[in-house]
């Protein structure tokens, strides 16, 4: 018997970014609601330890998760822990439940040097990875992760305000990697700004 198509809107497939209030949190567990509604989103610890308390805006980079039966969401603080995440994804063997235990047991930087350098000691230390695992993360992920470096600079940028000087940035049709720099040298030294000195300033600096 043919196994009936899970039919959802158009729009809710796509959610990639979230942005509203923190109803709750739990270290692998957030309630968001934007519009009146309530989301549900799968989280890691690491971005369980940086979200805002009950009541804060908070804006999560968004993995949604598509079967038969259900539709899933996967929250990020940090761009360059959805990449990972993502990428874990296309491992064999590995599932977004799975996924999410591997970012919540290492940091996404380390875990990214760690898979670059072939290190099995250390990747097999997360909770729930095993050795051909970690073998197949090595094999599959060594060529296709960033360097070091391009992880820690996405990693640099924490708050909705400066995720959204990015994005404008990037609208422009600046690099991502060049416009998170330029972000970098706006805010150095700065203790406050709003969304429009931030994005004047790294737009100057992207000029010179």
Do not use: C, W
């Amino acid at each position: 018997m043919p196994t009936r198509a899970l039919a959802l809107p158009y729009n809710i497939s796509m959610i990639a970014h979230l942005r509203g209030t923190v109803l709750a949190k739990h270290p692998n567990q957030a309630i968001v609601e934007t519009h009146g509604v309530g989301y549900d989103v799968a989280i890691s610890v690491p971005t369980f330890s940086e979200m805002p308390a009950a009541g804060a805006e908070v804006a999560l980079h968004i993995h949604t998760h598509v079967r038969e039966d259900a539709l899933s969401l996967y929250g990020f603080l940090r761009l360059a822990e959805k990449q990972l995440f993502e990428k874990l994804l296309t491992v064999s063997g590995i599932g977004p439940t799975l996924a999410i235990k591997i970012l919540s047991g290492m940091a996404a930087d380390e875990m990214t040097g760690a898979i670059r350098g072939g290190d099995l000691a250390r990747l097999t230390r997360i909770p729930g990875i095993g050795k051909k695992t970690a073998e197949r993360m090595v094999l599959e992920l060594r060529d296709k992760l960033p360097a070091a470096g391009a992880a820690e600079m996405s990693a640099t940028v924490a708050n909705p305000m400066e995720e959204d000087v990015i994005s404008a940035l990037v609208n422009l049709g600046y690099q991502r990697a060049a416009a998170e720099k330029a972000l970098l040298v706006a805010r150095t030294g700065k203790s406050s700004q709003n969304f429009d000195v931030l994005f004047r300033e790294a737009l100057g600096s992207l000029a010179k």
